[in-house]
């Protein structure tokens, strides 16, 4: 009872949240109703029993990805006109994106009910998941004994592109003068400040 | 709790749900009584530094301060700023207070005495202080003010470089406790050292992370040195500067129960929870909720004397010291400990 209950409110606040995201006028709004949807897409998961999925689905998308959204969007300069203007010409392309995607999901869901590929390493096929086993061991029971390739190349690759990145933003600044926290904590007090005993009625020399 | 209600007669679903809602309050209504006391309490040690005298009027030695100033701040008009976004200008101290609320429902106060006992309670811990930021950015971006808006800025890069130390400290114990059921990394510290020191701390390759993770705790709740989110040399403020009345009291509240939240956790960790110090049978029969308040009480007297003697920061020192030495020492330690366990078989 309490899991249907809890079920209808979870889906269709994350169908209302996301449907929100792309009303609401003001992009803070849109990240803020995101979050929402994040947040009650991690209570559904809970309700399938991936309690450690929904952790991470907060820890990384509301903890982290959302924060740097909002991050972002607050800085922004909004023109609210000048957001709608482009509508018109970007309908077209928006329609495109619109029927690519409802292809994948169908694809997605047929790929699905045709039966689950299999992946990974062929020796190393063992590892089975039994109910009674903690979330977290049975996922990390298969991740580093049937997947572990693909699990190392995804470390890799997300290595590859934080390197990427740094190569690509990285300028080295000219006519900034840096801090050097290791001079500034060696720093003594004698090297700043003199003690002077000035007698009465002469000028200081500074 | 529950077996207690279906005593009284209830089905196992009703039993379940009263006993849930008796203990959210349970955990509630007494926290909010000792965010109250503690604020009086940091204030006395505060004066106690500062060789002055705190609050000694209103009640025996002033400890009713704190009440005397709920009152008042309840009394207080709630201003909205008209250039603000006005829902979630009240949106957000609401989500600050919740936020710092709902991370105590898997913290055990004794053996088996807590709210929710789930297998990820610590990467909940870990998801719920994550959505404290929202509050103070929410605020200081619908305040549409100069200052609460850079001291939002702030404390999101803030929160989110201590973050990821944070992360790796608790992977370092999650290793050695081999879970991350809060209760269970408490039990995994019983006889933890000689078979008879019940700490984490005590283990020479976990004490370095213990400091670290106490100077992480500090930032993440952007308390002194690393208050640089309120700085009022700077900002005010900070977020809170729009905000009067019972919304700031919220934040006040809220940032007080993240505090001593913080505190719980560092005892909880490092120090052994609900454990008495030593494994010895006697001391067993003060209960666990005794010691466990007592190891609060002495973090956040360490929180206190910080704030009381460290001068703040300055903003790249914060950030230098998340990302250039936090995350590479605890990247590292996570490669120690990790290397040390399975060199002496632990996880055999």
Request: hydrophobic share 60%; proline share 4%.
């Amino acid at each position: 009872m309490i899991q249907l209950v809890s079920f209808y409110i979870f889906a269709s606040i994350v169908i209302a949240s996301a449907a929100m995201v792309i009303f609401a006028r003001n992009p803070v709004h849109s990240v803020l109703w995101l979050i929402v949807a994040f947040f009650n897409a991690a209570g559904l998961m809970i309700l399938i029993g991936a309690e450690f999925i929904a952790m991470l689905l907060v820890i990384v998308y509301v903890g982290a990805v959302a924060v740097l959204f909002l991050f972002v969007v607050m800085m922004l300069d909004i023109d609210f006109a000048e957001l709608r203007a482009g509508f018109v010409k970007n309908v077209p392309l928006g329609l495109l994106l619109a029927v690519v995607l409802a292809a994948e999901l169908v694809l997605g869901i047929g790929a699905y009910q045709a039966g689950a590929v299999t992946l990974g390493t062929p020796e190393a096929g063992a590892a089975t998941v039994s109910a009674a086993v903690p979330n977290i061991e049975a996922i990390g029971g298969l991740l580093y004994s049937k997947y572990v390739f693909m699990f190392e190349t995804a470390g890799l690759i997300l290595l590859v592109a934080m390197v990427g990145a740094i190569v690509l933003t990285h300028r080295k600044s000219h006519g900034t003068r840096g801090q050097s926290i290791s001079s500034q904590v060696q720093r003594r007090p004698e090297e700043a400040t003199r003690n002077v005993n000035q007698p009465v009625g002469q000028g200081i020399e500074l | 709790m529950t077996s207690f209600f279906q005593t009284l007669g209830m089905s196992y679903e009703t039993a379940w749900f009263t006993a849930t809602i008796a203990g959210i309050l349970l955990i509630a209504l007494p926290l909010m009584l000792a965010v109250a006391l503690i604020i009086y309490a940091e204030r006395k040690l505060w004066a106690a530094f500062a060789l002055r005298r705190g609050p000694n009027v209103v009640g025996p030695f002033g400890v009713l301060q704190s009440f005397a100033d709920g009152l008042k701040v309840f009394l207080q008009e709630t201003i909205i700023p008209s250039a603000s976004n006005r829902g979630l200008f009240l949106i957000a101290p609401i989500i600050t207070f919740t936020v710092a609320l709902m991370a105590w429902a898997v913290i055990p106060f004794a053996d088996g005495v807590v709210l929710s006992n789930i297998n990820v309670g610590l990467l909940y811990i870990l998801a719920i202080s994550s959505l404290g930021v929202y509050g103070v950015v929410i605020a200081g971006w619908a305040s549409n003010s100069k200052y609460p808006f850079y001291s939002a800025m702030r404390a999101a890069a803030q929160m989110i470089s201590y973050e990821v130390s944070i992360g790796f400290i608790l992977i370092c114990i999650v290793l050695w406790a081999g879970t991350f059921n809060v209760g269970g990394i408490v039990e995994g510290q019983r006889g933890h050292i000689f078979g008879f020191i019940n700490a984490y701390a005590f283990n020479p390759l976990l004490f370095p992370i213990a400091i670290m993770f106490l100077i992480s705790s500090m930032a993440e709740t952007a308390r002194a040195p690393f208050d640089l989110t309120e700085a009022e040399s700077e900002l005010v403020a900070g977020y809170q500067t729009e905000y009067s009345s019972m919304a700031f009291a919220l934040f006040w509240l809220g940032e007080y129960a993240n505090v001593l939240l913080m505190c719980a956790l560092n005892a909880i960790l490092f120090w052994g929870g609900y454990l008495p110090p030593v494994d010895w049978a006697p001391l067993y029969a003060v209960p666990g909720i005794i010691w466990f308040f007592v190891k609060i009480l002495l973090m956040f007297f360490v929180f206190a004397w910080v704030k009381a003697t460290v001068p703040r920061y300055r903003y790249d020192q914060l950030m230098r010291l998340g990302w250039k030495v936090f995350l590479p020492i605890s990247l590292f330690w996570v490669f120690l400990v990790s290397g040390y366990l399975m060199f002496t078989g632990h996880f055999a």
